[in-house]
DNA sequence: TGCAAACCATAAC
DNA sequence: GTTATGGTTTGCA
């Protein structure tokens, strides 16, 4: 028998959140000022051939997840180990999503960065960006172009914005971080905010 | 700056 | 199969 997926929608501080999961894994989740737009972007996640229902009152693990979300949103550091169900998703998708979800708070990285790292191209990664199933627990807002300027974001770009100037934490210098094999770097992510006064 | 061409996985036909 | 679509990048005027 096909285990029931949960859904939850909760405002928080004037901003929608909404999540699918089961008990263990979330199955996708977004933010918005709308509700009607986090809700949608949730439902459009799930497998087709999958039940689902709206639920009301939290379980243990759809509580964690709501303070998980609340704590990305605020700006906080945690923790990303946080068990997403990928595997439905096509093998490259996954390997980009993965590789988002390794740039740390506090910085930024490029599309073609990432392309560069998990191969394919820059466009390619874009298009994964936009389609992020898991909003904004893999932080498809830390990636922008290569030039520092903001690139895209499916909530729009004042959202991308707030949500990096929460993230600031002073770091001064590029690192590098190790993806799949390979070296990313990864910016401050004043590099990006610093332009936009 | 601005524009054209190359780039590349996905989804939609 | 094929085509269309981008949250891009790079080179060149």
């Known amino acids: 028998m096909k285990q029931l997926i949960e859904v939850y929608t909760q405002n928080f501080n004037g901003v929608w959140f909404a999540f699918a999961c ?68 096509p093998a490259y998708t ?21 392309a560069k790292a998990v191969g394919g191209g820059p466009r390619a990664v ?16 830390r990636v922008v172009k290569s030039d520092f300027t903001l690139g895209g974001y499916g909530g729009g770009l004042r959202a991308k914005v707030e949500l990096l100037g929460k993230e600031k934490r002073g ?4 690192k590098g971080i190790a993806v799949s094999g390979r ?3 990864v910016f401050p992510v004043e590099y990006v905010l610093r332009d936009l006064d």
């Open 22 to 89: 089961t008990q263990q894994q979330i199955i996708a989740s977004s933010f918005d000022s709308s509700q009607q737009v986090t809700l949608r972007n949730v439902l459009g996640n799930i497998p087709f051939d999958l039940p689902f229902q709206v639920f009301h009152e939290p379980s243990a693990f759809a509580k964690i997840t709501l303070s998980f979300l609340k704590s990305i949103y605020e700006g906080q550091n945690v923790s990303v180990n946080f068990s997403l169900a990928l595997t439905r998703l």
């Open 94 to 114: 996954q390997k980009v999503l993965k590789a988002t979800a390794q740039i740390p708070l506090g910085y930024v990285a490029s599309y073609g960065s990432i």
């Open 126 to 141: 874009g298009n994964i960006m936009a389609a992020n199933p898991f909003a904004p627990i893999v932080p498809c807002h």
């Open 171 to 174: 770091f001064s210098s590029p």
């Open 183 to 185: 070296q990313l770097m």
